[in-house]
Structure formats: C-alpha cells, structure tokens
C-alpha cells in the first residue's frame, strides 16, 4: 500500500484529499481530467444525515447497505442536469473511479478534527432521476438524485487506478457485480429513456396513472386486477391476487397504493398504507419519484408486515419491458 493510499473507513483533511486526487477545492462533485480533458475520477462530497446543515448544505444523502443516494449539485433553484452532475452518469464509458467521503464532523462543531472527511469507497453509478427537495433558500426545488454502488475495493489512490479502474468494468460487465443486480433491476434501457417515461408518467392524471398501474400488473400476470373506488390519501388504490405461476402463494392478495409525485414519499405515507391492508394482504407502494431514507426504515420495521417499494426509475424499467405506452 503506497502512502498516500485511502483506506475504507479512513479520516482524511480535505487539503490532503485535493492534492492527492488532484480536484478543485469547492463543489460537492469535483472532476480531475488529464490534458486531453478525458475525466480520469470524480471525486464526491458527502454529508452524512448526522452532519446535516440545511442552512449551510441542502442535500439530503444518505447511505443504506451498500447504495448510496447523492443529491447533484446546486444550492439553489432547478438543477440542471449538466457540468459535473452529468458527469456522473458517464462513467461507463471510461471507466473512471468515483471516489467518495463523508464528513463525520462539521467544521464549526465543538472539537472538529483536521481529519473530518471519511473515505466511504470506490463507487459505480447505478442511475438517476428528478427528486422534490428544499434549496438552501428553503424553496421547493428539482434535484438530480443519483444512486450508486459501492464496490468490494478497500484502498485506492492514484497509482492504483489502473486495477481500480478494471474492477470497474467487470462490475459493468458482469450483472453479478453490478448494482443492477442487487436492486433487482438488470435493465439494457437508456437512462434517458427511462427518465423519459418517468417525465410522462408524471404527466397522467392521478386516476390516469392508477390506471396504467392497474394495465402494469395485468401485463405481468397478476389476477382480478381492479382500481379501488376513490378513498382518503392513505387508502389503496389497486388491488391484485399473485399469478397463477407463482402457485404457492397464488391466493395472496397485493394492495397497492400508487401517488404520481415529484417530491420523495415519507414515512407517513407507508405507515398509512400498512394501516389500509387487509388482513394477510401484502402492501406495494409505487410512485414516480423516489423514497427518503425514513420510508425505507419504516417500510422494513421489526415485527411488521413489509412494506415493497417500488421508484419511479424501477417502475418505469418494469412498464418499458412490458412494452406499456403511457398514453
């Protein structure tokens, strides 16, 4: 191991970070490129749920397992999906690493350490979509959210790059160690394809898009599919019985629940449906947006019935393999 390696789970000064990764010293998303401005790694700049500072920092990352969800870059208004957020999504074709660290102690907290950024690892871009968040004026705002994937790499520095930089090709090429596969969502379609359909999606009426629930579920085989009458927000919107290849649990019902939002779905919303259910039925929450990080802590909560969640992105993939238009 050279010197001047990072290792997972190291703290790091921000000055030692950009002079070995050779990136700039503002930006949540900074890029080094070599003299012919070919990208050679991106580096990221997380802040961790516990470090977070709406007045100083508006993004809402976070981390479950192994995929992490990184706000673009743009502190205030629309996000565009240009510069260094764009560059993200261009990893495939050069393979570059995308560094990541995360800041365990903010600069004006009590007792703040030089060392207060966190090598969280190597990582693969997985996809990207619109996302609802506040700005750092506190107004409503589009936000690129990216998910990515942290690969089985536990130090990494320049003179590495090259072993760094294989591994990250095998990992686009093999779908077993790709984050495709670990999302369940293996899919050959364009991101801008899917982004897409999400934007038409988007474009239905609310009982339009119910609708082209109820169409999704009748594609894949589901059975007695119907769109419920219309009910309070936290009610079901349609309800299915499991197909008929799935024959050990071909009597279950599913009930789901389908809300055409832009903004992430919260907590509330998935403890509404799970209140909703039948009795054994089994809840399925989908929207076109995505979740924040405490739907999906409730969605699994101990000792009660889970709850799947299906984003706008996973959506719109399982609807264009079907061959669905949305109308």
């Not at 479950?64 to 510069?83: A, E, P």
């Not at 670990?182 to 050959?188: N, R």
């Amino acid at each position: 191991m050279s010197s001047s390696a990072f290792v997972l789970g190291g703290h790091y000064a921000h000055d030692f970070i950009i002079k070995e990764l050779k990136v700039g010293n503002s930006g949540g998303i900074r890029v080094s490129t070599n003299s012919g401005s070919k990208v050679t790694r991106v580096v990221l700049f997380s802040t961790s749920e516990q470090e977070y500072n709406p007045q100083e920092n508006p993004y809402r990352d976070y981390a479950v397992g192994s995929i992490l969800t990184y706000t673009g870059t743009g502190k205030i208004g629309h996000q565009n999906l240009t510069g260094q957020n764009l560059r993200l999504t261009q990893q495939e074709c050069g393979y570059f690493p995308i560094y990541v660290f995360s800041l365990i102690h903010h600069r004006k907290s009590a007792g703040s350490p030089n060392k207060r950024w966190m090598f969280s690892g190597i990582y693969k871009y997985l996809d990207h979509s619109l996302g609802n968040q506040s700005d750092l004026l506190g107004s409503d705002r589009n936000a690129w959210i990216f998910k990515l994937l942290r690969l089985d790499i536990h130090e990494a520095d320049p003179e590495m790059e090259a072993s760094i930089i294989h591994a990250i090709a095998q990992a686009y090429a093999d779908p077993t160690l790709s984050a495709k596969a670990i999302l369940g969502e293996v899919s050959g379609f364009m991101a801008k394809d899917i982004l897409e359909t999400v934007g038409k999606m988007n474009g239905l009426e609310p009982s339009a898009f119910e609708c082209f629930v109820r169409n999704a579920l009748i594609a894949s085989h589901f059975r007695e599919v119907r769109v419920t009458k219309k009910s309070s927000d936290g009610g079901v919107d349609v309800i299915a019985r499991m197909p008929l290849s799935l024959w050990p649990v071909e009597t279950q019902i599913i009930q789901v629940q389908a809300k055409r939002w832009l903004r992430p779905v919260g907590r509330r919303e998935v403890a509404e449906l799970r209140g909703s259910l039948l009795p054994r039925a089994l809840g399925v929450l989908i929207t076109t947006g995505n979740y924040a990080r405490s739907a999906i802590v409730e969605a699994d909560r101990p000792n009660l019935l889970p709850i799947s969640l299906i984003d706008g992105h996973k959506f719109a993939t399982v609807t264009m393999r079907l061959n669905l238009a949305v109308a």
